[in-house]
């Protein structure tokens, strides 16, 4: 069983569209992020949920809508898409409870191609 | 804010030889966690290593160590006995100690490392 899922794993859509990309955690954890990472494979945090409340929210561009439906769940929609938002995304999970060391879960990415 | 820097965007090693990525830091915070992942072609994101700053020893998981300069806010990356699997991406990075932070991940630019046969 993958312990982070991303879904769909490669996208490739024209300027203008809305998409989403979705994804799940089986792991149990309370925390769940979105990481962005660029053509020069720089990584960056966009938003993060705790128990499905929005926790971090960084600079990025209000057609970025996350939505934590349950713990398990964080899916991102991206509305009116443009050249600039090609990236590949990350999905990941952690447990915060408990102590802060608890390490992060990956899921494999989802690249996103917008021509 | 938080920053990190790898000031090696490339490296290359010799195939069982030794190599180490460098790693900087700057932050004001005393408590906070540092972290050496692996990018392969894949894109999988993989745990190396971690460091937490209150302790002095250097972190080690088998042919990988770390060296953690709290002072210098240097925290290095040693890879001995160099495979060909370890040629991949490979990013620094820092998380917060502190609870109010949400344990985001602050990335260096990463250093790809290539390993020749």
């Known amino acids: 069983d993958t312990a982070v899922s991303q879904t769909p794993k490669y996208l490739v859509t024209q300027m203008g569209n809305d998409k989403s990309i979705k994804c799940e955690q089986n792991l149990g954890h309370d925390t769940m992020y979105w990481y962005k990472q660029d053509s020069k494979k720089f990584l960056k945090i966009m938003f993060s949920y705790n128990n499905k409340e929005l926790i971090i929210n960084e600079t990025v561009p209000n057609r970025f809508s996350p939505k934590s439906p349950d713990k398990a769940h964080l899916n991102l929609h991206i509305n009116s898409l443009e050249l600039g938002d090609s990236a590949v995304y990350f999905c990941?999970?952690?447990?915060?409870?408990?102590?802060?060391?608890?390490?992060?879960?990956f899921g494999s990415g989802t690249r996103l191609t917008v021509v | 804010a938080q920053t990190v820097t790898q000031s090696q965007p490339e490296m290359s090693v010799q195939e069982a030889e030794t190599v180490t990525l460098s790693c900087t830091y700057d932050t004001s915070e005393s408590d906070y966690y540092l972290f050496w992942y692996k990018q392969p072609p894949s894109r999988q994101m993989i745990l190396v290593i971690r460091q937490e700053a209150y302790k002095q020893q250097n972190a080690t998981e088998n042919r990988f160590s770390v060296n953690f300069q709290k002072a210098a806010k240097s925290f290095s990356l040693k890879i001995s006995d160099s495979q060909l699997g370890d040629a991949a991406m490979y990013f620094c990075a820092y998380r917060s100690g502190f609870y109010n932070q949400g344990g985001k991940l602050i990335f260096g630019q990463g250093t790809e490392l290539s390993v020749k046969p």
């Open positions: 990941a999970s952690r447990k915060s409870t408990g102590g802060a060391n608890y390490g992060y879960t």
